[in-house]
């Protein structure tokens, strides 16, 4: 993948289980949030994205929750599945009129049959 | 609806030449935007047109532009390449409108110098 990176958070989940991603974001004026899904040799691909006043959006399988309190934003996978195993960013967009986002680190998600 | 298209997928020069990239926007997104993508800095952003105007940019030096045209396909350019630019170039196209905010990445331009 492109961020194999030696700092890149790994976290390792039983095919069936759910999954739950984390992200510290930086800016408390950032209006939309995204998550997106890069698998290896591939661009980056939307998942989900939750709006600043929203705490909670929901898709299919996909659950986001935005805490502004501590600017945290969580990924929830349910039924993880051998296909969900990639890369998997945060986004925010930190500036009005602009579509400039910030991402996150990134964390690896590895699904174990 | 087609996707964010990027040509071409892979490309090797060598220190010093320049290259041209680019990026055709999903139908009907005016917003175009590239990113620099690294295993050790992660996805960083280049700049950002709309409507054929640089509506923002990242801090990068200033061999790397870029341009939109009137269709909004847009191109982005470095010259006098470094090893440091190896990198997979994504670039995304947007839309905003009614509450309704997206952002699509294309497959990206792996980019090579040696």
């Known amino acids: 993948g492109e961020n194999v990176g030696l700092h890149l958070p790994t976290l390792s989940v039983q095919e069936g289980d759910n999954s739950i991603i984390n992200c510290a974001y930086s800016n408390s004026a950032s209006d939309y949030f995204i998550w997106y899904k890069q698998e290896s040799g591939k661009g980056p691909q939307f998942i989900i994205d939750?709006?600043?006043?929203?705490d909670k959006r929901q898709g299919q399988r996909v659950t986001v929750l935005l805490n502004k309190t501590v600017k945290h934003l969580s990924l929830q996978i349910a039924a993880t599945q051998p296909g969900d195993s990639a890369v998997y960013f945060c986004a925010e967009r930190g500036i009005y009129n602009t579509d400039k986002l910030i991402f996150g680190t990134g964390t690896r998600l590895q699904v174990f049959p | 609806k087609a996707g964010v298209t990027q040509t071409p997928r892979y490309l090797i020069k060598t220190r010093g030449q320049q290259v041209t990239l680019s990026c055709s926007p999903i139908?009907?997104?005016?917003?175009v935007s590239w990113y620099q993508q690294t295993p050790g800095q992660g996805l960083q952003f280049l700049f950002e047109?709309?409507?054929?105007?640089?509506?923002n940019k990242g801090n990068f030096p200033g061999r790397f532009s870029g341009r939109q045209f009137s269709n909004s396909r847009s191109e982005m350019n470095v010259s006098t390449l470094e090893l440091g630019d190896s990198a997979l170039y994504l670039c995304a196209s947007s839309f905003s409108r009614g509450g309704s905010y997206e952002q699509y990445f294309g497959p990206g331009t792996r980019l090579t110098v040696t």
């Open positions: 047109y709309f409507s054929e105007t640089q509506r």
């Open positions: 139908s009907g997104h005016r917003s």
């Open positions: 939750i709006r600043s006043n929203m």
